[in-house]
Structures are given as C-alpha cells and as structure tokens.
C-alpha cells in the first residue's frame, strides 16, 4: 500500500535555528498537507499546497514557516528561528485529484530546546 | 467556525464489549467526515471515510454513520480486542471554500484483556 514517508521521525533543535522537515507524499498525489499536533492537544492545520503554490495556511504559518517542493518529489516545511513552543510533532498529508481520503505520514516529533 | 467535539474523551473497557464513539459538528456544510486512529507518538492512520451523500461506511469490526443534519457520527467498534488501544480521531471537511479538515481532541481507548 502506497504511504507517505516523513524524515526525520524525531529531531532535537536548539531555539532560534533552522530546521526543515521533509516528507515524500504518494507518487500520484497534487495535493499536499501540513499539520502539527502540540503534546496533547488537537491536530492543527498549517498550510495546504497544490500547483507549486499556497492554497490554504492557517493563523498559525506565520512568516517563520515556509514550504516548497525542491525536487517534484520531496515536500519540506521549514522553520526559520525555532522556538520552544514550534516542539510539536508535525505531520505530512496528501490526497489525489479523485481521492478525497486524506493519507497521513507517521510525523516528525520536533524539539526545541 | 467549524467546531468538532468527541465524546468521551476517554473510555476504559474490558475485551470483547462492543463500543460506541461519538462524534459532534457544529456545521453541517460538509464534503466528508473521515475517522483516524492515532497509536501513542505515532501518525493518523485512516479508517473510514464517509462522504456527505452517504450514511454509513464499514471495515471489519468497524461501522461509521454519519447524521448530518444533527451533526453527528458514530464510530461502533465491535468485539473490541486490546490491540483496538489507541486514541481515535474524527475530522470534518468543510464544503464550499476551505477543503481543510478540522479534527476534533480525540477519543482515548482502552481495551484491558
């Protein structure tokens, strides 16, 4: 079954550095998700990317986060200046044209320290 | 604003008891209703999607309805088997506008042999 495959699964960041998760969707799949879940809170959306462009962000991708398709393939979120409260596990979704089922990644656990 | 409510938040049972897990909405305007599990640090794993036009939809020991008028839908697990331990997520998809789900906080199961 096809999945959608996030690097790394868990990352340790110090405040203020750069970091960028990347995830590889399903091959046939344009629309592209970004979500993150705070520990013991309610998955939240971040931003929805379709055509090279931004469809959709929330009030949380503020001008810290940015996400782009480098190579056709992979997805990335990065995240400028981290800070303490970005630790979140973050998940990669995806959906196909016809599909409106919605396919997770198993998430990348950031920590900012 | 599209809120999503689960009840209960939690829910002890012993093996082999059939269970029931609910899911509010207060929007009724929407594209689909879809049911995850999420094991402990671990990604949404996709169980049922219903789409607006439909009622309910089955896989196995799991059948979801979905009453949108009243907003509602039911998770019904039967014969629950402790490996059905997880916590279980619902999320909404809005019609027209924004397709992006919005989840609800979970409903965190256990099933003790």
């Known amino acids: 079954e096809p999945e959608v495959t996030q690097t790394p699964s868990h990352q340790v960041t110090q405040m203020g550095q750069e970091v960028i998760l990347r995830c590889v969707p399903i091959s046939n799949h344009l629309y592209f998700y970004w979500y993150r879940q705070i520990l013991g809170q309610k998955v939240e959306f971040l931003v929805s990317?379709?055509?090279?462009?931004?469809?959709?962000k929330s009030e949380i991708f503020d001008d810290q986060f940015s996400v782009e398709r480098p190579d056709g393939s992979n997805f990335t979120l990065k995240i400028r200046s981290t800070k303490l409260e970005d630790s979140a596990m973050y998940f990669c979704?995806?959906?196909?044209?016809?599909?409106?089922?919605?396919?997770f990644g198993q998430g990348t656990r950031l920590t900012v320290v | 604003k599209q809120e999503v409510t689960q009840i209960p938040a939690a829910l002890s049972v012993p093996e082999g008891e059939n269970l029931v897990l609910n899911c509010s909405f207060t929007d009724s305007a929407i594209y689909n209703l879809q049911w995850f599990r999420q094991d402990p640090g671990k990604g949404l794993t996709s169980l049922l999607l219903i789409q607006s036009s439909q009622r309910e939809q089955t896989s196995g020991r799991l059948n979801a309805s979905l009453d949108k008028s009243s907003g509602r839908s039911t998770l019904y697990i039967a014969a629950s088997q402790p490996g059905d331990s997880a916590t279980y997520l619902c999320a909404v998809r809005a019609s027209g506008g924004s397709y992006i789900p919005t989840f609800g906080r979970g409903t965190s199961l256990i099933v003790h042999p």
């Open positions: 979704a995806c959906r196909g044209i016809r599909n409106t089922e919605a396919f």
């Open positions: 990317f379709y055509n090279n462009e931004i469809s959709e």
